[in-house]
Structure formats: C-alpha cells, structure tokens
C-alpha cells in the first residue's frame, strides 16, 4: 500500500526564517510526486511535480528535491503570505489506479 | 468556466437522506477527479472518470456512493442512505490529460450528516 508521511504536522516561522519540509513516501514504482498547497475554505493548488531521484524545481521562494525515499520542500525567506497547509503526493507507475495518494499535509504559519 | 465549479458550496443532511453534489471541470479537460477530505486526513481518491468511463472506482468506499459524468463535462457523485462518518469536504479536481499531471480543485462541498 502507497504511504505517505509528512513531517512536521505543523510549523510557525518569523518572517524571513528559511526552512524545510519533509514528505517521505513509499510507493510501488514512482511515477510522480507533487506538491500543492491548500489555503482554508479552498481546493489545493499545485505546485510542483517531481519524477526522479536529484530532480529540482524552483518557484518564488519555494524549491522542491526528490530522493529515491523522500521529498523536501525548501522555503527561502518567507513571507506570510506563504501561509498554508502544503500538501504532498505521490502516484504509482505501472498503470492501475491513477488516484494520487496524499499526505496530511503541513500547516506552515509565516509571523510577521 | 475559468476553473472548477463545485456546488452546493456546502450540505447539510440528515442521516439516511440521499445527497448529490456536482462538479463542472473547466471547459476541455478530459479527465475528472473525486477526492474526499476528513478533519486531519489526507485527501482519499474516490473515482477517476476519463471522458464519459470511469476506468478507475477503487476508491469508492461503499457501494452507498456512486458517480456519473455526462457529455465528457459534469459530473454528479451521489451518497445514498448517508451516515455520520460521510462528512468530510468532497473535492472535484480536472486536468486536461489523463497524466494526472496539473490537477485543478474546485473549493469542495463540505458535506455534514446530522
């Protein structure tokens, strides 16, 4: 079965503050990993996906990184309108199902 | 439509009632997602239609739910006979190809079951 782990639960930062996020993952050949982010009251809203091991992308302040076990998700300077749940996501290879399995997310709070 | 519609916005209902929640994808996307989301889990697939089929119902969690979308467009879920454990947000996602690539999420029906 797919898993997914996300670490920590929730995060408070000052403004300014770098950090990261962790998503760790066990899947049954990897076919992809995405992030999104969620804001209350909404749907998410993707960010990113990543196919392979060493693969890196880059937007605003938000940088992602695969490992064959893990998914990092580096945030450089926030601000508070980084302010979010992140969530993480993995789909399996090889056909079959083509629901993505997700994470429960990070609550991030950015202080001013 | 500019994204995803989903309606109603949110749903109350009391247990044992049928409720049917819709979702209008944006224009031209093949590929339509349900997703449940419960207080402090993650978002749990549903179903995956590709056009007017649905190649995919192994998330569905009983056979109280079911899904149907119609000219490759709206597609409707429906939960019969509900029960308390059915609430949760119910989010409709689109993506233009079946890669499951870019999905897009509507805002969800928050359904509560009293």
């Known amino acids: 079965e797919d898993q997914v782990t996300q670490s920590p639960e929730a995060l408070r930062l000052q403004e300014g503050e770098s950090s990261s996020l962790n998503c760790s993952y066990t899947v049954s050949g990897l076919r992809g990993l995405f992030w999104y982010r969620q804001d209350p009251g909404k749907g998410p809203e993707f960010l990113f996906t990543l196919y392979s091991a060493g693969e890196e992308k880059e937007k605003e302040r938000l940088k992602a990184t695969l490992t064959k076990k893990e998914s990092f998700l580096h945030i450089t300077a926030p601000k508070p309108e980084d302010s979010a749940t992140y969530l993480c996501a993995v789909q399996r290879g090889g056909g079959g199902a083509d629901g993505l399995t997700f994470g429960k997310g990070t609550h991030l709070i950015i202080q001013p | 439509g500019a994204g995803v519609s989903q309606s109603p916005s949110n749903k109350v209902t009391e247990k044992g009632k049928d409720v049917e929640l819709r979702c209008d994808p944006i224009s031209g996307h093949t590929a339509l997602y349900w997703y449940r989301q419960s207080l402090g889990q993650g978002l749990e697939f549903l179903i995956y239609f590709q056009g007017n089929s649905a190649p995919d119902k192994s998330g569905l969690p009983s056979d109280r739910f079911s899904a149907e979308r119609t000219g490759g467009s709206v597609s409707t879920l429906t939960i019969q006979r509900t029960q308390q454990e059915d609430s949760a947000v119910y989010l409709c996602?689109?993506?233009?190809?079946?890669?499951?690539?870019?999905?897009?999420f509507g805002s969800g029906t928050q359904l509560s079951v009293l």
């Open positions: 996602a689109s993506s233009l190809l079946q890669s499951n690539e870019k999905l897009f």
